[in-house]
């Protein structure tokens, strides 16, 4: 990955509309990471464990989620989180977990990278990297993983709008990488009854805005294990193209965000009922 | 209905736990309003127009919601206007076209009542008397609904918490009314993309900690009619109790909140949507 | 107070530009409620205790705060509480203490009225009539108001946009009751750190839309007596008419809202500060 | 300026009481910038264009600003732009324009550097770096800075808490660099008659917090120069230790952000308001 240095950057031209409009481009946008897609008929569900904490922890998560019909790999390296002293993640023995998981499972992996020197390590390791909600605004970076032609996760901002969502989207068309899949994962609200907000009527609406796929993550918005199955089921008939759920063996040992996962059985159990609710809608899982 | 001078009204005695909760009572309570029920196996879908504008396009309107498995009848006499040159409602007017509409579909009616002069009013011809979101701290009137033997409606206020709802619902439940059903209609956000933001998360939390049933309007929420049917869906697929959908013959000439209201065709389709999600998550609709 | 029965209500005729408008009226509205008045050169400091507790608590106050430059005494009588097994006010009981507060203050009186029970008896105790947070889309009870003649203290509700406070008032005038005072409290806000958001930015925003005197209310909104200070004079330096603070002599045995109560002490020490900020921004206390 | 590569990072050790807290250091720090300090008896205002467009603009503002007392200079040479196609800025030609301003005159200069490739440039050419408010929580880019010897600006987030813009602080300081100003910005509320709601309550929290000084951009918050003035003089009045305001010769012709921006004359008019408030809360400017 090359990249011009400052000073020689130039506003990008203005396209007629813009290109993460559904007037740029009306056929929805089918996002494919190896045997996983988003934006088709098929919706798909990435789960794994909030930080990748061990070789262990990590491997038998994925083999468990496989087991009942995950198609990605979800799991935190680069953690970023709201105190220095908190666990940050392994780092690049963390990248290296995964991708032995990718070999064990034949799933495809997402991660996080947070600044454009994580972004040369991640792209080594991951099929789709993913652009956190604290950064859904930092534009270099957009505008460094729009010039990778690896898929990108991009969630949004819990203090962004829908409108400021897609335009960050833009930042990475803009540089010529199509392969964007968005997520709503909860907005800042007054009530905390739940960790954020999860704002789901931003799912139909995105997919009346844009052709890019939209998925969901109910561990981050609700913060709760106990709502994650009942909004992830709620997501799906909304419309959404896939869901992003965090799951772990001893959730209450977990180094980060224990009260969200979900245990194994938990999930295997929610993976049944949201068939169900996928064939509802017309979709399949 | 009597009521009791000021001055003579004491705080009532608190319960050791309040009367709404799971704790105070673990089984989930069914409000039935004649043939509708609310909080068993079934959801109900009560629809009508935002506003009784007259005679003729309430009963259009009932009888095309009936013919596709509307449970319910709404729609609003008194009407809570943001702007006093608005539309007031057609007042007792709106009341006799609503008891003739029972009449013709024997459906039940629900109608909203914004002080105590018009709950009296309303008590002589709905079968369910809706407290409004703007409303839901009204304690005087909360008290006066809750002296009565009659459903109540208890929406949501747009700037209240999960908890300041359950502790309004509790004013009803502490003069002695138990049919309380409530009502998840869109949060403030900082959003504009939508009118309101729908918590949907409300849903199960709500179900977790109360044994009252909980319905969702996402007319009102979301302020799109082109919403309306996925977050219909998705409030099923949370485990809503059912939904409160607005309907009009001829949305484009509404006298209130045309945008938000589905042709009798829309809700049509929208009602075998439903059926299938209901399915999906063990329920009937 | 007549009030014609619901059924013959007719939506006010709208005029050419709203009553509460610059447009309508550009000189700024002075209320006078006896010796006080807010919206001229002067400003105003209502103080008193959240609730009137008992007639010592009461005139302590009252003659502390008159004291050190107070221009009117606030107390609750009637509390619209979140629970209903909180402290709800010692009613006309708490009238009367009120009244002899007056007698022997010579400051004029402003309590809650939360339905149009509530204000026939207060209108004969009080020189101004509060409509609460709470209450201000009671719209029933802004047209009770409306048709007194004694002056109405409207505070914006805490999920109510500047656009929505102003309609509210609008209800007032538009039943010919134009000596409405504007008061921001406090808004909903995702960060708990205070109770609600002080969104003091209404208040110039607020004296350029209308005429109408405009107030803040710093303890309701913090929470936290320590804040009120500092938010006190900063509402002064962005242009407020007038403060409503809550003062009581002993906070922490209150029967409501203790931590954001001053002690008399502090608030004689705040409104020395208050006169320094009010002559550095042309006003005078 | 080195960093460790990824993968060798650890977490820092966390201290008894956090670095930014009160309780660390109970004296407040004065954050010293050339000739101008934030934290002590004086405020200084910081004053200059939304983005640097010209050299002859730049020059303008900043002898204008500095005529009439401004203490420091902004302006934008990398601009974090909602949108790609939105002016991006000069970039390293803009840092010229601003190391001349330096030069004409002798106040210092701060400007945003929004990632590490640009924190390497802005470190030559400016006295203090600014981290904006949508990099708030871009924690690699906190280390960065935090292992300069420079001054650092960091504006709260519009969807952060106080405790978050404190813990994004608390990464600076664990990496060496005490010298951080604070900045309340806005955050985001649901009335969109300002642009962002202006938290003022967080200047005195913050202020008790911790011993880092704390300023307010009346401009961003507000996105409306009618209301620059009122809620700079109330920021003064809360206990800010500065402000940051925009000034542009021709704000109509600004290419960012016009309608927030003073010209010089009503900025000179704001300077001798903010005189008054300063002194009446026993501050001078």
Same mark, same amino acid.
């Given at each position: 990955m090359t990249r011009a240095m400052p000073g020689v950057r130039q506003t990008p031209v203005s396209p007629?509309?813009?290109?993460?409009s559904r007037e740029h481009r009306s056929e929805s946008t089918v996002v494919q990471v190896g045997p996983a897609s988003f934006g088709g008929r098929r919706v798909t569900v990435i789960a794994g464990p909030?930080?990748?904490?061990?070789r262990a922890q990590t491997l038998e998560t994925a083999l468990a989620v496989k087991a009942v019909g995950a198609g990605m790999i979800r799991g935190g390296a680069f953690k970023p989180r709201t @105190?220095?002293?908190?666990?940050?993640g392994l780092e690049e023995e963390g990248l290296c977990y995964l991708a032995e998981v990718r070999e064990a499972t034949g799933l495809p992996i997402v991660t996080e990278a947070m600044d454009y020197r994580q972004v040369e390590l991640v792209e080594k390791y991951a099929d789709m990297i993913q652009i956190g909600a604290r950064n859904m605004q930092n534009y270099t970076l957009l505008r460094d993983v729009g010039r990778l032609r690896r898929p990108v996760l991009l969630k949004r901002g819990p203090g962004a709008t829908v409108q400021e969502l897609l335009l960050a989207a833009e930042y990475i068309l803009a540089e010529g990488n199509t392969q964007v899949l968005l997520c709503e994962r909860g907005i800042r609200g007054?009530?905390?009854?739940?960790?954020?907000?999860?704002?789901? @009527?931003a799912v139909p609406l995105l997919k009346q805005l844009t052709h890019l796929p939209v998925i969901v993550d109910p561990s981050h918005a609700t913060g709760n294990w106990t709502l994650v199955g009942p909004m992830a089921r709620a997501a799906l008939a909304a419309g959404a193209d896939g869901l992003i759920i965090e799951v772990h063996p001893q959730p209450d040992r977990a180094l980060s965000d224990g009260a969200q996962q979900l245990t194994p059985d938990h999930f295997a159990g929610l993976m049944d009922e949201l068939r169900l609710v996928a064939a509802a809608v017309g979709r399949a899982l």
């Open positions: 007629p509309v813009n290109l993460t909030c930080s990748v904490e061990n @105190s220095p002293y908190s666990f940050q007054f009530d905390t009854a739940t960790r954020y907000t999860l704002d789901l @009527s």
